[in-house]
């Protein structure tokens, strides 16, 4: 695997990261036991993400932080500023699809720009899979909920 690519994918990991810290952070605050189990499963699947993510980097003999950067650490900060408005169950749904589109966007970049093989084909295919049903559901909430 070439640096750029190893590069990019750990973008992706980092990523994933996030999007466990946003749904963490927007599940506190929502009231709708609807969308706080699906927070909950989007979570789960995220680290489900995260850890296949790992385990594909370690295989290729590629190490990956233990901690988060700098960096990351203040994305999470800005984070919790921006969701400090988020007041009730339809903000939080839609700063949860924006999180998703972003996860979306992310996945779609990634397999425009690199070549990659079977496994890592098939890993990216499921994150895709699940970031969709999530945003689906999500949108059935907000339209069963309005």
Known sequence: MDKKMKDELEKLLKGTHMGI???D??????????????MREAIALFHRHEEHLIRY?????????????M???????????KHLVV???REIADEALKAI?????ALHDF?????VPMALQKLLQVMGD???TIYHRLHRIVLTNE
């Open 57 to 69: 980097l370690h295989d290729l003999g590629e190490e990956t932080p233990n901690e988060k950067g």
């Open 25 to 38: 952070d927007l599940l506190e605050k929502a009231d709708c036991k609807e969308l706080r189990d699906l």
């Open 71 to 81: 960096d990351e650490r203040f994305a999470d900060l800005m984070t919790m500023v």
């Open 87 to 89: 007041n009730n169950d």
């Open 21 to 23: 810290f946003t749904f």
């Open 130 to 132: 699940d970031y969709e």
């Open 101 to 105: 589109d972003m996860g979306k966007k």
């Open 111 to 115: 397999k425009e720009r690199y070549q």
